[in-house]
C-alpha cells in the first residue's frame, strides 16, 4: 500500500465515524521519521477510541502494517503509527492545548516563501 492510499483510507476512516477537523500535513521534508501526519478530533474518548480501532481494522484490511499504538487506554489523544504515516485523534481541548498543526507549521508556508526560508 503506498502513502496516498494510506491517507485516503485513513480519512475516510476517520470521516466514518465524524471525526471532525481533519487535518492533513506533508511533514516529509521536516522530518525523516515520518512522510505524513493525520490529526482529527473526536467529542468523547469512546468515539477516539472508535476511531482509532476504525483506523487501524481499515489499513490492515488494505494491506498495510500498524506499528503501533498509543492512548488507547485514556482515549484522549491516540497515536497510530502506520510508518510513513501517523494519526493524531484527540479532543478538541487536548488538540487546542498542544496546538500539533503549529509544530508542524513550515509546510502550510506557500512555496515561493518556503523556498527562500530554505536558502
Known amino acids: 500500500m503506498n502513502l496516498e492510499q494510506m491517507k485516503q483510507a485513513t480519512i475516510e476512516a476517520l470521516e466514518d465515524l465524524k471525526g471532525r477537523d481533519i487535518a492533513v500535513l506533508d511533514t516529509g521534508r521536516i522530518s525523516s521519521l515520518f512522510e505524513c501526519v493525520i490529526i482529527a478530533s473526536g467529542d468523547s474518548t469512546r468515539q477516539t477510541r472508535a476511531m ?13 502494517r500498524v506499528i503501533g499504538v498509543e492512548g488507547e487506554q485514556e482515549g484522549e489523544w491516540i497515536l497510530v503509527d502506520l510508518g510513513s504515516l501517523i494519526v493524531h485523534i484527540m479532543h478538541p ?12 507549521s513550515t509546510q502550510y508556508l506557500p512555496a515561493a516563501r518556503r523556498r527562500a526560508a530554505a536558502t
Open 52 to 64: 482509532a480501532k476504525r483506523v487501524q481494522d481499515r489499513v490492515k484490511g488494505l494491506g498495510a
Open 93 to 104: 481541548a487536548t488538540r487546542a492545548y498542544y496546538n500539533l498543526e503549529e509544530l508542524w
